[in-house]
């Protein structure tokens, strides 16, 4: 048997990943008007934009954010708690227990590791039974944040996906240099946004690219995601030595693309697909979006939904191939994406898709938001690059019923903000140079 489809097998029976036709279909318990929780613990402007449309679809809407979050200017919250940077998992415990949502949404990976924490840590078996509704049985959890685990259940289910390995140490990767050409991609599990990416087109610098990946966050990272990103798990992760796991993917020649899906329980609600037309960097996310029609898209995210029962508005990147058109799964983010909060009409709303299904009734005909192909996200184009041509043709995704949200998210980062930290991070970029 090909080592490939072993070690995909092994997925599958390590993570007792039931076969896609033999998932039953979820059973919906009307609860009127839902009661959903959005936890996040940066500050995205996609979960603002989802409070918005949720609380349009005539859901209640919680949240838990870190302070100056954007989305804390809206008003129609039922409750807010400040994010914990110390014991996110004890705060989320606490919360659950007194609010009792009908479905938590986590809005970055950080708010999915720490509800895994928390599954893990409580014995409040209500509080466990809320997050396994809401995230999955704990049995894929290990999936969901392994780029290697998910490519290789992909493949399994004879999913279009590139050969992955993980690479622990030097001599994994030396059988994957032995194996594979170049150029190829190095991924460090549970990182976003493009960081922790790197794609090697010499294998004389792979080492030395792997020993950089895997050397423990130090402690003026881990400081400067707490000061500038309310994030204490640096520290912890310093003071133990954690080191990322490393994974290494074939590289897919073509352009990026992803797809928005609204799930309950592994069934599909609601999709919408598109391409990117502008990136923050080569391997950053999209700040401008075209939307495409691509059945191969659905049918691979609908696949890895029902098979590892998924719940909540989650996303997949992909890779169309420029010399066949095929989509390449590459791999998943287990939390919203931008383009998840843009309804586009039947089929395509996604926030409404999803109260709809936790109350019961069939979703509303919303007209779509625009009618145009061009997404303009917002405010990422206008900070990034504010000459772009498309923001003079696209489609703006800007709130403008939402005048407070509006004005919150075109203020500068703090990091932009005051002048002491922008010398900061002058220092920062001249050392790291130095260095290279």
Request: proline share 7%; charged share 20%; with cysteine.
């Amino acid at each position: 048997m090909p080592t490939a489809t072993r070690r995909a097998r092994d997925v599958l029976t390590a993570a007792k990943v039931v076969s896609p036709l033999a998932v039953r279909s979820p059973q919906r318990s009307p609860v009127g008007r839902p009661h959903v929780l959005l936890i996040a613990t940066s500050h995205l402007p996609s979960t603002a934009r989802l409070a918005v449309e949720l609380h349009r679809s005539h859901a209640t809407v919680s949240l838990v954010a870190p302070p100056g979050h954007p989305a804390c200017v809206l008003r129609f919250f039922r409750k807010v708690a400040v994010h914990s940077i110390w014991r996110p998992w004890k705060l989320l415990e606490k919360c659950l227990r007194r609010w009792r949502p009908d479905a938590i949404i986590p809005c970055d990976e950080r708010a999915v590791r720490d509800l895994q924490e928390l599954h893990a840590r409580t014995g409040d078996t209500a509080i466990r039974a809320m997050i396994e509704r809401s995230l999955g049985a704990p049995e894929i959890f290990s999936t969901v944040c392994s780029r290697d685990r998910l490519l290789s259940l992909a493949r399994a289910l004879k999913i279009r996906a590139p050969e992955s390995m993980s690479v622990p140490d030097q001599n994994a990767l030396d059988a994957w240099l032995r194996r594979e050409s170049t150029p190829f991609v190095m991924k460090a599990d549970e990182s976003w946004s493009g960081f922790g990416v790197r794609i090697i087109s010499d294998k004389a610098v792979a080492h030395q690219v792997w020993q950089q990946m895997q050397q423990p966050k130090g402690l003026y990272r881990a400081m400067h995601a707490l000061l500038m990103g309310w994030d204490a798990s640096g520290i912890s992760a310093w003071a133990r030595g954690d080191r990322p796991v490393l994974s290494v993917q074939s590289y897919v020649d073509g352009r990026p693309a992803n797809i928005g899906i609204a799930c309950w329980q592994g069934e599909t609600l609601a999709t919408t697909c598109a391409e990117a037309v502008a990136t923050f960097s080569a391997t950053g996310p999209s700040t401008v979006a075209r939307i495409i029609q691509s059945s191969e898209m659905v049918d691979t995210a609908t696949a890895i939904v029902r098979t590892l029962g998924l719940s909540g508005l989650i996303g997949f990147d992909f890779m169309i191939d420029a010399a066949t058109g095929f989509s390449y799964l590459i791999e998943m983010n287990p939390r919203v994406t931008p383009i998840c909060t843009i309804p586009l009409g039947r089929g395509h709303d996604l926030p409404e898709s999803f109260v709809a299904c936790l109350a019961g009734r069939t979703p509303q005909d919303r007209p779509p938001r625009t009618d145009q192909e061009i997404i303009v996200y917002f405010p990422g184009t206008w900070q990034q690059d504010p000459s772009n041509h498309l923001l003079q043709t696209g489609f703006h995704d800007v709130p403008w019923d939402e005048p407070e949200l509006v004005r919150r998210l075109m203020k500068a980062n703090a990091v932009d903000r005051y002048w002491v930290l922008r010398q900061v991070r002058q220092i920062r970029r001249y050392v790291l140079q130095r260095r290279e």
